[in-house]
């Protein structure tokens, strides 16, 4: 989470030098180039079956091209951090109700509180952020895919790649979601790109920590817990950000953030708490 919270201010840095397709596609090609040589050392199993590889394009799609296009474009297009921040994380609530069906989780009511509470401190800590003024038809629509996108990517690869090797998964991910968003550049953005240290700072980071590292512990930990407790922990990269800009831009939280960060706290321990209900 850690992570997932230091990766909003490397996007925010990023998309100044390149517009969201072209900065998606160089973060592919590198992610590729860092992967390439992992997978032939370490040589993981691959997808054992055309179905296999039908799963894991179509999870990688969800979770990488579309998630990330649809966020990113939603603040490139002006949407305040605050807003994106409070709609993206209606996924631990949307991950419940979704789960419950697909998976047959039961959830407590102390899940229920906490999942609640949790959101309620999210929108706190960016209260400041909150500006109407700068939603457009166009930002809401993205934003919202971008919502969708990752609550059914996630919950796709737990139910239809369980037992994919997730290095090779994420390199047959990466592969794939280049080829859809390399040519929505070239189309839509000429692929135009201003090129800086600092754009190549913003790509090393997001690829290595939060596409690959990040990805693949939120995987992992799906895998082995229920997805509800699981993606509740997704309420907190908005506390590590208040914290990364005053590290590294210096800006104090105000005292609304700071409530938001404890009540948010709250909300996730209460959400993780193992549900008194048995699964069916």
Request: charge should be positive; charged fraction near 10%; proline fraction near 4%.
């Amino acid at each position: 989470m850690v992570i997932w919270g230091s990766g909003f201010i490397a996007t925010k840095v990023g998309i100044q030098y390149a517009a969201p397709f072209t900065f998606l596609a160089l973060r592919f090609v590198f992610g590729l180039l860092c992967l390439i040589p992992l997978v032939l050392w370490l040589k993981p199993a691959w997808p054992s079956s055309r179905g296999e590889w039908f799963h894991v394009v179509v999870a990688g799609l969800l979770m990488h091209a579309v998630h990330l296009s649809g966020s990113h474009y939603a603040q490139y297009l002006g949407m305040s951090a605050g807003i994106a921040a409070v709609i993206l994380a209606l996924q631990p609530l949307a991950t419940a109700v979704i789960a419950i069906g697909w998976f047959g989780e039961r959830i407590g009511r102390l899940q229920w509180a906490g999942i609640a509470i949790g959101f309620a401190g999210v929108a706190l800590i960016v209260w400041h952020k909150i500006d109407i003024r700068a939603v457009t038809p166009g930002s809401l629509i993205a934003v919202f895919i971008g919502l969708v996108s990752l609550t059914g990517g996630t919950l796709y690869q737990r139910r239809f790649c369980p037992k994919v090797d997730l290095r090779s998964g994420a390199l047959i991910q990466f592969a794939a979601s280049l080829l859809v968003l390399a040519p929505l550049g070239l189309v839509f953005e000429d692929f135009q790109v201003q090129w800086s240290w600092a754009l190549f700072g913003s790509i090393a980071f997001l690829v290595i920590f939060a596409s690959i590292l990040g990805v693949n512990a939120l995987h992992t930990l799906m895998r082995r817990g229920e997805a509800t407790r699981v993606t509740s922990m997704l309420y907190l990269p908005p506390v590590f950000a208040v914290a990364m800009e005053y590290f590294v831009f210096g800006v104090i939280p105000t005292a609304l953030s700071i409530a938001g960060i404890v009540i948010t706290s709250i909300g996730v321990a209460m959400a993780m708490k193992r549900s008194e209900v048995p699964s069916r």
